[in-house]
T-cell receptor, first 111, second 116 residues
Framework: DAKTTQPNSMESNEEEPVHLPCNHS???????IHWYRQLPSQGPEYVIH???SNVNNRMASLAIAEDRKSSTLILHRATLRDAAVYYC????????????FGTGTSLTVIP | GAVVSQHPSRVICKSGTSVKIECRSL??????MFWYRQFPKQSLMLMAT?????????EQGVEKDKFLINHASLTLSTLTVTSAHPEDSSFYIC????????????FGQGTRLTVV
C-alpha cells in the first residue's frame, strides 16, 4: 500500500487557520492525493484531492510540495464543526486504485 | 456530490445469526463499490471490492465465506455477515466511486453492528 504519515492529533483555535500535514515520500507519479474527514459515528466525507498543482474548493485548500512527497490540507477558518479525523490517502495504480486509510489526524477545535 | 445510502444504520443481532447490510448509490450508477470495517478508535480497513455482475475481490485475511458480498445491480451492493459472533461487532461502511483515478469516492453513513 502507498503509505502516508500524519500526526496523530492536532489542536486549533476556532476561527484560526489550520494546516494539516501529510508525508508521502513513496508516492508515484500517477498517485492522486486525496483528503477525507470523518466525524464520530459517520462515514468519511470527501474534502479535496489533487495531483500536482495546488487545489482550492469551498471546504479547504490543498498545497502539494513540488516533489510531491508531502502535502498540506489548509482549513482557512476552523469551526467547531471541523473537529474530525482527517485522512490523507494516495490513490493510483500502486494502490490498485483503492482507498487505503492510514491512522489520520484527529483535529480538536478549541472554542 | 453523489449520495451513498446504507441500511440499516444500526443493527443488533444474536450470535450465530446472519445480518445483511445494504449499500445504495442514490443518484449515480456505481460499477464498483467498496466495503470497510472500522473498530473503535481505529482507522477504516478495506474488506473487499464489489464489482457489479461479478465476484467480489477480498483483501488478504478477510473470509469470503463469512462476509458475503453481492452486487447485483449498478445501484445496490449488499454485505451479509454470516454466523455472526461478538468479535464481528464493528462499524461497517460502504463506498462507491463514479469514475477512475481522478474522482473522489462517496461513502455511506455506516452501519453499527452489535452481536450479542
Amino acid at each position: 500500500d502507498a503509505k502516508t504519515t500524519q500526526p496523530n492529533s492536532m489542536e486549533s483555535n476556532e476561527e484560526e487557520p489550520v494546516h494539516l500535514p501529510c508525508n508521502h515520500s513513496t508516492i508515484s507519479g500517477t498517485d492522486y492525493i486525496h483528503w477525507y474527514r470523518q466525524l464520530p459515528s459517520q462515514g468519511p466525507e470527501y474534502v479535496i484531492h489533487g495531483l500536482t498543482s495546488n487545489v482550492n474548493n469551498r471546504m479547504a485548500s490543498l498545497a502539494i510540495a513540488e516533489d510531491r512527497k508531502s502535502s498540506t490540507l489548509i482549513l482557512h477558518r476552523a469551526t467547531l464543526r471541523d473537529a474530525a479525523v482527517y485522512y490523507c490517502i494516495l490513490r493510483g495504480p500502486n494502490t490498485g486504485n483503492q482507498f487505503y486509510f492510514g491512522t489520520g489526524t484527529s483535529l480538536t477545535v478549541i472554542p | 456530490g453523489a449520495v451513498v445510502s446504507q441500511h440499516p444504520s444500526r443493527v443488533i443481532c444474536k450470535s450465530g445469526t446472519s445480518v445483511k447490510i445494504e449499500c445504495r448509490s442514490l443518484d449515480f450508477q456505481a460499477t464498483t463499490m467498496f466495503w470497510y470495517r472500522q473498530f473503535p478508535k481505529q482507522s477504516l480497513m478495506l474488506m473487499a471490492t464489489s464489482n457489479e455482475g461479478s465476484k467480489a475481490t477480498y483483501e488478504q485475511g478477510v473470509e469470503k465465506d463469512k462476509f458475503l458480498i453481492n452486487h447485483a445491480s449498478l445501484t445496490l451492493s449488499t454485505l451479509t455477515v454470516t454466523s455472526a459472533h461478538p468479535e464481528d461487532s464493528s462499524f461497517y461502511i460502504c463506498s462507491a466511486r463514479v469514475g477512475l483515478l481522478n474522482t473522489e469516492a462517496f461513502f455511506g453513513q455506516g452501519t453499527r453492528l452489535t452481536v450479542v
